[in-house]
C-alpha cells in the first residue's frame, strides 16, 4: 500500500546532539513538509520542499535543517542549536495539482524526546 | 496571511451526543477548508473538505461541516458521538490549490467521549 513512512517512532537524544528524522514516501508526491506538534500548540510548519534538490523554510525553521536528494525521502535533522527539540514531528506528502485540493497525507509521527 | 481559531481546547460529550466543533477563519481569498482528525501517537488523517460548490459537506465516520462564508465558520457536527470518535480534531484553511498553496492549521480540539 503508498503511504509514508517515518522512523524511528521514538527517539531519545541527549543535549548538544544533533538527530535525522527520516520520512519515505511511495505515493509518488511531488510536495513534502515537515511539521512540529506541540501540545495545544497546533501543528508549525519548519520546511518544506516541492522538487528535489529544492526546499523552503517554514515558520519555525530554526535549528533544523533538510534536504531532498530523492523525490521520495525528506529527512529532517535537529540541530544542537533547536532550544527546545522535544516533541512530536510529522512528515507530509501531497501531488501538486492544480485541479485538486491542497490534501496532505501524514505519517504516523516521530516522538523525539531530550534527555 | 490566513488564520485558522477553534475556540477551547477540550471538548466533552456523552455517547450518543451530539457533536459540534467549531471552526472559524481568516482569508483573502475563497478558502479551502478541511478537518483532520488524529488518533494518539498517530499521524493526521482528512476527515472532510470543502472546495467549491456544496457547502454542507459530508465526510467519513458520520462527520460533516457546513461552510458558511457570511460567517466565515466550517464547524464539524456528527449527531451522535461514539467512543471511537475519541481523538483530536484539527480545522485547516488553504488558498485555491497550486504550487506555492499551504494549510494553515488550526491548534486543535480535543475530543472526550464520556460512556
Known amino acids: 500500500d503508498g503511504g509514508i513512512t517515518q522512523s524511528p517512532k521514538y527517539l531519545f537524544r541527549k543535549e548538544g546532539q544533533n538527530v535525522t528524522l527520516s520520512c519515505e514516501q511511495n505515493?509518488?508526491?511531488?510536495?513534502m513538509y515537515w511539521y512540529r506538534q506541540d501540545p495545544g500548540q497546533g501543528l508549525r510548519l519548519i520546511y518544506y520542499?516541492?522538487?528535489?534538490?529544492?526546499?523552503q523554510k517554514g515558520d519555525i525553521a530554526e535549528g533544523y535543517s533538510v534536504s531532498r536528494e530523492k523525490k521520495e525521502s525528506f529527512p529532517l535533522t535537529v540541530t544542537s542549536a533547536q532550544k527546545n527539540p522535544t516533541a512530536f514531528y510529522l512528515c507530509?506528502?501531497?501531488?501538486?495539482?492544480?485541479?485538486?485540493?491542497?490534501?496532505?497525507?501524514f505519517g504516523a509521527g516521530s516522538r523525539l524526546t531530550v534527555l | 496571511a490566513q488564520s485558522v481559531t477553534q475556540l477551547g481546547s477540550h471538548v466533552s460529550v456523552s455517547e450518543g451526543a451530539l457533536v459540534l466543533l467549531r471552526c472559524n477563519y481568516s482569508s483573502s481569498v475563497p478558502p479551502y477548508l478541511f478537518w483532520y482528525v488524529q488518533y494518539p501517537n498517530q499521524g493526521l488523517q482528512l476527515l472532510l473538505k470543502?472546495?467549491?460548490?456544496?457547502?454542507l459537506v459530508k465526510g467519513i465516520n458520520g462527520f460533516e461541516a457546513e461552510f458558511k462564508k457570511s460567517e466565515t465558520s466550517f464547524h464539524l457536527t456528527k449527531p451522535s458521538a461514539h467512543m471511537s470518535d475519541a481523538a483530536e480534531y484539527f480545522c485547516?484553511?488553504?488558498?485555491?490549490?497550486?504550487?506555492?498553496?499551504?494549510?494553515?492549521f488550526g491548534k486543535g480540539i480535543t475530543l472526550s467521549v464520556r460512556p
Open positions: 507530509a506528502s501531497r501531488a501538486l495539482q492544480s485541479s485538486g485540493a491542497n490534501v496532505l497525507t
Open positions: 520542499s516541492q522538487i528535489v534538490n529544492d526546499f
Open positions: 505515493l509518488n508526491h511531488d510536495a
Open positions: 470543502y472546495t467549491t460548490g456544496a457547502t
Open positions: 485547516a484553511v488553504s488558498d485555491p490549490p497550486g504550487a506555492n498553496s499551504k494549510l494553515t
